[in-house]
């Protein structure tokens, strides 16, 4: 209701009143930094995710997990994995109440449980370290094939953090440009 905030000034917000009233506040370079920082780990997620989705799938199993639309689906949930990682670290608790206090961030909360529940988030893990650190893993272990049988959980993930981050985004920068 007629609230405005203007950019900051050497590093800082300032929030300013209309009709006498006390504007909102702005948020810290470290929250902006780390919203920004979110969003680009999903964004990531969300470009393989699009060019998966475009690869062609093979019928038969051993084709499919040498197959780009494997590839790129191991890649996909690797950077999920990277973008749960971020949203799970200490760093990101002021964030995760920013974004609280401007959408609800229970998405995001609930498709986490259900994925540690199941399992499915110890297997993502098991998949960014097959993708990222091959010096350590072997070439068709665990990692490889822990994507097969989660592609709808690891969709339901990815529509969380879709729905939640872009919102807040838009919120951020509603707030963030008047």
């Given at each position: 209701m007629g609230h405005a905030t203007h950019k900051r000034k050497n590093g800082r917000g300032v929030g300013v009143s209309i009709a006498g009233k006390v504007g909102p506040p702005t948020v810290s370079a470290e929250i902006e930094?780390?919203?920004?920082?979110?969003?680009?780990?999903?964004?990531?997620?969300?470009?393989?995710?699009?060019?998966?989705?475009?690869?062609?799938?093979?019928?038969?199993?051993?084709?499919?997990?040498?197959?780009?639309?494997?590839?790129?689906?191991?890649?996909?949930?690797?950077?999920?994995?990277?973008?749960?990682?971020?949203?799970?670290?200490?760093?990101?608790?002021?964030?995760?109440?920013?974004?609280?206090?401007?959408?609800?961030?229970?998405?995001?909360?609930?498709?986490?449980?259900?994925a540690r529940r199941d399992g499915t988030l110890g297997k993502m893990l098991n998949v960014r370290h097959y993708m990222f650190h091959r010096d350590k893993r072997l070439y068709w272990d665990n990692g490889r094939t822990a994507v097969c049988r989660n592609l709808g959980v690891n969709r339901s993930v990815h529509a969380a953090f879709a729905k939640v981050l872009l919102l807040a985004m838009a919120r951020f920068g509603a707030v963030n440009t008047q």
């Open positions: 930094l780390g919203l920004l920082n979110l969003h680009d780990a999903f964004l990531n997620a969300s470009l393989v995710m699009d060019r998966m989705k475009q690869a062609p799938i093979e019928r038969d199993v051993c084709a499919f997990l040498v197959s780009d639309r494997a590839r790129l689906e191991r890649l996909w949930v690797a950077l999920l994995a990277v973008l749960v990682e971020s949203w799970n670290c200490a760093q990101m608790k002021p964030v995760k109440t920013y974004i609280s206090s401007i959408t609800s961030i229970r998405p995001v909360v609930e498709a986490l449980r259900r």
